[in-house]
């Protein structure tokens, strides 16, 4: 399994939160049949998941400007 430092995955996503989502999704995508989105030998959802947001091919897009300032 590759190694994971937080530091490093914080630099993609915004806070632990987002993180922990954006890789929940990109594996329940690929648990139901997405193709990665990057050449691998790696076999397991989680690690495809965490490989592919080091190397920015998975993003949160925001929605900053559609929600109102309360």
């Known amino acids: 399994m590759p190694e994971i430092t937080n530091e490093e995955y914080l630099k993609k996503t915004k806070n632990d939160f987002m993180l922990t989502v954006l890789v929940s999704r990109r594996v329940r995508e690929l ?39 309360l």
């Open 31 to 69: 648990s139901r049949g997405a193709r990665p989105l990057i050449e691998t030998q790696l076999k397991s959802p989680v690690e495809i998941a965490f490989e592919e947001i080091k190397q920015g091919k998975v993003e949160i897009k925001s929605n900053d400007e559609e929600q109102p300032a």
